[in-house]
């Protein structure tokens, strides 16, 4: 499965497995039966000769140049070279370029000469993935946005065309931190650089940038990667493509069947990417004997619809739980009935939105405003997913997923990175939904300019129940003390969430610690920005730079929080002493240096 999975164990025994499907001839998607046809899919020519031959590189723009960003530095390394193969079964033709940047591992594939740098090729027919075949960049890591906006400019403005197909192949996670120094899930794994992948901000950023901020827009983004198909990933690329593709469920090694999706593009460069999404989908269904998941949208003013549609369901559902708090065992009995992906293994998180939605309304009166945003959600899925397929292990999916994860431990580990990283939780309410659902909780967000390398989170609980969450004693949201540091950022990463799932009897204490003694600027000077949430509701923003107090101090006193009252003390204050009603050292100088 084109999953994330760690342990060397599992990579052995996926390259075992891919080596073995190769063998035995599993891979070889095109001897597959050709599909009935599908009002889905749009009418198709057969290729000329002439275009089967003209296969030189381009110096005028063509109808279509179609890339693929193969990172293939882990253990899919075999089902890259097995995908570039089908690719130049086809190869470039006149009016459609296909180009690939391609990272091999070290370990899985001997293949065409073991190279095991990363090397740009521009695929003509029958081209075989050789090292002298490619132009080599050294190793570069794919995980980094930088390398993967310099291969789409790169092919933008060698190869022109009036449409533009990006397709990001590897493994892929939607949105599932799987340990606490993950902040959002992603694609693009690469295990010689630290196993660095692009989070879906970094995905958004790079295409914000090779799109003018969305002005000149890509006709299609693809994810040839699990479970990609999610309200969260398509938050982050819908301003930059009108259509797109991915997978509500895990994809298997062999991916995509790129021979039967590039005969049919080079057959048809006139089609829109409505057609080319609609004809990924088909095309890959059929070659898993009507099976998995694939899906294709739209997105423009049908998603903005969703959009809007999505957070009124989280309002009405917010609402409802504010009336009724006994709401919440039908919103359970919802959750529990819907349509489940599974992440590679681990808990069932991500539901099909569509489905969840006809739950709701099934145990919903039809007089309450509730039953009447659920259907609306419905009936905006329905318009933004042009072509979906799913096979019999997914009977009521309908093309995208959300994440809703299924107990409040798991949300309560998940609930900062979400709120901090995912823009479906800065555009939509459906966070607060969650929070409302799940219980209350409070969030700090850390930030800072890029003028200071390192400064620290800490919380001190009451003093009748003493902890002191900091870089060194992280703490946990599913046991005492409720409390827990997300990350320790030390060069210039940001942000630092601290979240509290359950508060103790009495006050909490929240400061800010400059670590480097003489490092210039000073704290006031920073740029240090403190976001306080509440159930994912921000209220309240503190700026250093309006901190009063000792103007040379490393300790930043922002609040305290007395649970008794339930309310916020904003102390807003320079000191070079914590003055915390525990756990004080005599100076900032020297305060726990880190190694």
Known sequence: MRIRRTGLSILLTLAMLATSMLTSGVMAQDDAPSPPPDPTEEPTTEPTEAAEEETIEPQVVKAWTFLVYIAADNNLESAGINDFIEMAKVGSTAQMNIVVQFDRAPGYDTRYGDWKDTRRFYITKNMEPKAANGTSLGEKNMGSATTLKDFVTWAKNKYPANKYALVLWNHGGGFYPQSEELTSMGVAWDD??????????????????????????????????????????????????????????????????????????????????????????????????????????????????????????????????????SYKTTIKNALAASQKFDNGGMPDHFIDLSDFALQIANLTPDTEPVDAAAKAVRTAVSNVVTNSKAGATWPRAKGITIFFPDTEPIWGATAASYQSNQWLARDTKWNEFLNEYYGTYITVTLTWGSTVQDLDSHLWLPKATPYHVKWTAKGTLTAFPFAMLDVDDTSYLEPENISISKTKPGTYQYNVYKWTPTETPTLKQSGAKIQVYKNSKLIKTLYVTSAGGTSTGRWWKVFKYNTNTKTFTWTNSLSTTPDAAYDNYPSAVGFEEKP
């Open 192 to 325: 010689t650089n630290g196993n660095d992948y692009l989070t879906n901000k970094e995905v958004s950023t790079v295409l914000s940038q090779v799109t003018n901020n969305g002005a000149k827009k890509l006709e299609l983004i693809g994810f040839d990667a699990c479970l990609m198909a999610q309200m969260e990933v398509l938050q982050h690329v819908k301003a930059y493509a009108k259509y797109g593709v991915g997978s509500e469920a895990s994809e298997p090694n062999n991916g995509w069947p790129y021979t039967t999706i590039l005969t049919a593009l080079k057959a048809n460069t006139g089609w829109s990417g409505k057609s080319l999404a609609n004809t990924i989908v088909n095309k890959y269904y059929a070659s898993y004997g009507n099976n998995q998941t694939q899906s294709a949208f739209q997105f423009g003013t049908p998603y903005a619809t969703l959009i809007s549609k999505l957070n009124t369901f989280a309002t009405k559902m917010i609402d409802k739980m504010d009336d009724a708090p």
